[in-house]
């Protein structure tokens, strides 16, 4: 069994005798594992940091094999976000979320194409708003999407301003009535063509967190990241 492909590098970890455990974030294979010679190598260390792409191929005798990788590194990400310690915890919280949401072996084209969009912004202006947005893409294809487009007590596609937190659905204030305290805020910039100021920036890392962590991480049964957090409270 036999696979190339330009891939998003998520994790390293040593396996013994210089060899490293790595896992990337394909285009046309989702996340997969596998075993890189020399990867625990000094020489190595520097072009191996989360986020950097690699032309990556990946062999095995047997597709149930955890297989090995052969890789040319095509472009780091974390030297030059060195000196933007926000840019830096966005990128960990990237490669940790997509490494702990999927499962393996699973393609996700349009995740993929939309996290590649995105550690590329890194560091430039709006990239939050970007974040934001990944997140509910994640979620979407995780298969936890939200329904912001429409209301769901009255079905306008106008005004909409809260969402539910127990079935992700929007809700106009005249939907919401007396339950409005109970529901979350659903910033204007999450809307189509919309931007997120600060405050909106916020709630929307609230409104995706309240799902990542109630439906996906309870689906897991387990936590979500620690890298997230790390990069909410300094948005925060």
Same mark, same amino acid.
Not at 119 to 137: F, K, N, P, S, V
Not at 210 to 227: Q, S, V
């Given at each position: 069994?036999?696979?190339?492909?330009?891939?998003?590098?998520?994790?390293?970890?040593?396996?013994?005798?210089?060899?490293?455990?790595? #896992? !990337?974030?394909?285009?046309?294979? $989702?996340?997969?594992?596998?075993?890189?010679? $020399?990867?625990?190598?000094?020489?190595?260390?520097?072009?191996?940091?989360?986020?950097?792409?690699? #032309?990556?191929?990946?062999?095995?005798?047997?597709?149930?094999?955890?297989?090995?990788?052969?890789? =040319?590194? *095509?472009?780091?990400?974390?030297?030059?976000?060195?000196? #933007?310690?926000?840019?830096?915890? /966005?990128?960990?919280?990237?490669?940790?979320?997509?490494?702990?949401?999927?499962?393996?072996?699973?393609?996700?084209?349009?995740?993929?194409?939309?996290?590649?969009?995105?550690?590329?912004?890194?560091?430039?202006?709006?990239?939050?708003?970007?974040?934001?947005?990944?997140?509910?893409? *994640? %979620?979407? =294809?995780?298969?936890?999407?939200?329904?912001?487009?429409?209301?769901?007590?009255?079905?306008?596609?106008?005004?909409?301003?809260?969402?539910?937190?127990?079935? $992700?659905?929007? !809700?106009?204030? =005249?939907?919401?009535?007396?339950?409005?305290?109970?529901?979350?805020?659903?910033?204007? /910039?999450?809307?189509? $063509?919309?931007?997120?100021?600060?405050?909106?920036?916020?709630?929307?890392?609230?409104?995706?967190?309240?799902?990542?962590?109630?439906?996906?991480?309870?689906?897991?049964?387990?936590?979500?990241?620690?890298?997230?957090?790390? %990069?909410?409270?300094? !948005?925060?």
């Amino acid at each position: 069994m036999e696979w190339r492909d330009e891939a998003i590098l998520l994790t390293t970890r040593p396996l013994g005798e210089g060899t490293a455990l790595i #896992d !990337v974030f394909s285009g046309l294979h $989702g996340r997969y594992a596998g075993a890189l010679r $020399g990867g625990a190598s000094r020489k190595m260390a520097p072009l191996l940091q989360p986020g950097a792409q690699l #032309d990556a191929t990946w062999r095995a005798r047997l597709d149930s094999q955890l297989g090995a990788f052969t890789i =040319e590194p *095509l472009r780091g990400r974390a030297g030059p976000l060195l000196a #933007d310690r926000l840019a830096l915890l /966005g990128l960990g919280a990237v490669c940790a979320l997509t490494r702990y949401a999927l499962p393996e072996r699973q393609p996700y084209p349009e995740l993929y194409r939309h996290t590649l969009a995105l550690l590329d912004r890194l560091g430039q202006h709006g990239w939050l708003h970007d974040y934001a947005l990944w997140e509910l893409t *994640l %979620l979407e =294809e995780t298969g936890y999407g939200l329904d912001l487009g429409q209301c769901a007590v009255t079905g306008a596609t106008e005004g909409l301003a809260y969402v539910s937190p127990r079935t $992700g659905r929007a !809700v106009t204030p =005249e939907g919401a009535g007396d339950y409005a305290a109970r529901l979350l805020p659903l910033p204007n /910039g999450l809307k189509i $063509g919309g931007t997120l100021d600060a405050d909106d920036l916020r709630a929307a890392l609230a409104l995706s967190g309240h799902f990542l962590t109630d439906w996906l991480a309870r689906a897991m049964d387990k936590p979500l990241p620690e890298a997230r957090a790390r %990069l909410v409270r300094a !948005v925060a």
